[in-house]
């Protein structure tokens, strides 16, 4: 059987945003970098009038060449880019959701690639990304003393069905709510 574990933010650091363009529609991405590589188990952010997103790992191929490998393809945001209903709803992303591309390995950097067809809106975004992997017990690490302060402990054996895992998520996305009052730099 596999060893207990349990769910633990990973800090990260995030780049600049890069604009490649700055007439729309342009590519834009936003990178983040772990300082130790991690086994992702899933993601949430609450967007901000992102119409879609791709997400991309950094990693080596078979040559040993680096190369931002697409793992997330053209994920849907908001039902409609051009009505602001949903434009700043809560995501939750799996690693299961991931395409075949992505073998579960470890993870050293990410890029969202951010989209808008949309005209109306004058800046959009991610906010609030938080990443999670499941720290193995009996295991210290940099990740688990980082999330102590901000989680509930969660114990869960990580071979759990994916409803159990989709609970726990529930869980730390309900003790996370009350934290976060970002103060938005510009409304649309």
């Not at 005209?119 to 609030?128: A, C």
């Not at 989680?151 to 069905?161: H, V």
């Amino acid at each position: 059987s596999r060893a207990m574990g349990e769910l633990v933010e990973v800090p990260f650091k995030v780049h600049p945003q890069v604009v490649k363009d700055e007439k729309r529609p342009s590519i834009i991405y936003q990178q983040v970098s772990f300082t130790t590589p991690i086994e992702l188990r899933f993601l949430c952010f609450r967007n901000y009038y992102c119409g879609y997103i791709t997400i991309k790992r950094y990693m080596k191929d078979e040559t040993g060449k680096k190369v931002w490998q697409t793992i997330l393809n053209r994920h849907q945001l908001m039902k409609d880019p051009h009505f602001e209903d949903d434009a700043q709803a809560r995501h939750v992303i799996e690693s299961s959701q991931f395409n075949s591309n992505f073998d579960g390995g470890l993870i050293k950097a990410l890029r969202f690639y951010l989209y808008q067809p949309s005209p109306s809106w004058r800046s959009f975004g991610l906010r609030q990304l938080t990443c999670y992997t499941v720290s193995r017990k009996g295991t210290t690490s940099e990740a688990k003393k980082a999330g102590d302060d901000l989680l509930p402990a969660i114990r869960q054996p990580s071979s759990l069905p994916a409803s159990s895992l989709q609970d726990a998520i529930t869980e730390v996305l309900k003790s996370c709510e009350p934290m976060h009052r970002t103060l938005f730099d510009d409304q649309p």
